[in-house]
Every structure is written in structure tokens, then in C-alpha cells.
């Protein structure tokens, strides 16, 4: 799965949440993210903007959906992940006992930990954070570095909590 299928894949309501945040907290970049948007529609970005957000959103969201806009999908995910879900990438880490910067950032990804472990720390996750938040996380955090742990591709694959 790439970036640009996990924006698309995303529950209405958490992609509205995702560019919500993004729209407060980094307003020079969703206006970016919305120029670009609008210009590969040949749209004016005014024309999108004058939308309501839940509709803008939903319009965002489709076009983050498609490949051409793949490392734009993944900056936006990156930032949302890093700004209000460091908590959760914070005890994904914490649970596999592997030392971060206390906001769930490496410098570099040790070698994977075994899918036992994966599995526990997947399921304290979902006990402790909303759903579709885990599963756009570990999406993510996969498409990153996809060769880097196996045992949680195959996680993703099998458990069907982790299923778009």
C-alpha cells in the first residue's frame, strides 16, 4: 500500500480530522497542499477554499487519493502523525522496549522485533487509541520503511482490525 491508497482508504471522518488539524496547526502548508490540489485540477484554489471544510475535505481527500500525489499524501499523514498522534507512536515504541525521543522519533529503525511482540504492542495500541487511528499509523509507519520489519506486513495482512 502506498501513501497516496492510505489517504484514500481513510474513513471520511478521520481524513476531515487529519486536514483539520493541518488547517490550524499548519495553515502555510494546507494552503500549499490546497494550491497544489487545485492547480493539477485546474481549479483556483478560491474555488476550492470557498467550500465548507467537511466538503473540502472530502474533495482533498479524493485527490490525495490518486498517485500522482503520493509524497504529498505521505507529508500530510507524516504531520499529523508527528503533531497530535506522538502519543501513540510514543507506546507503539514503548511497547517494543525500542528508545525514542519520547515523541515516537527514531533516528534509526532497529531490526524488526519478532511478530509476537508486534502483535502485543498492535493490540495495546488499539486498547488505547481510536481504531482507524492505529491503522492509518501502522500503515504509514510500514510504507516508510517496507522491508525493514516483514512481521508487521505480515500483521497488517492477516489481522483484520488492520484491514482498509
Do not use: C
Not at 482533498?60 to 500530510?76: V, Y
Amino acid at each position: 500500500m502506498t501513501q497516496s491508497e492510505i489517504f484514500g482508504r481513510l474513513p471520511a471522518p478521520l481524513a476531515h480530522e487529519i486536514l483539520s488539524h493541518m488547517l490550524k496547526a499548519q495553515r502555510p502548508s494546507y494552503a500549499v497542499a490546497l494550491q497544489t490540489l487545485a492547480a493539477q485540477r485546474k481549479f483556483r484554489p478560491i474555488f476550492i477554499e470557498r467550500k465548507p471544510p467537511v466538503e473540502r475535505h472530502a474533495w482533498m481527500q479524493q485527490q490525495l487519493g490518486r498517485s500522482l500525489n503520493e509524497e504529498l499524501a505521505g507529508n500530510i499523514l507524516g504531520l499529523w502523525l508527528t503533531g497530535p498522534q506522538a502519543p501513540m507512536l510514543a507506546a507503539f515504541l514503548d511497547a517494543l522496549g525500542i528508545a525514542h525521543d519520547g515523541k515516537g522519533s527514531l533516528e534509526t529503525l532497529p531490526p524488526s522485533p519478532p511478530k509476537e511482540a508486534l502483535k502485543a504492542a498492535v493490540d495495546s495500541l488499539f486498547a488505547k487509541f481510536p481504531a482507524d487511528h492505529v491503522k492509518a499509523y501502522l500503515h504509514a509507519f510500514q510504507v516508510s520503511e517496507p522491508t525493514a520489519w516483514p512481521p508487521l506486513g505480515e500483521l497488517l495482512a492477516e489481522d483484520a482490525r488492520l484491514a482498509f
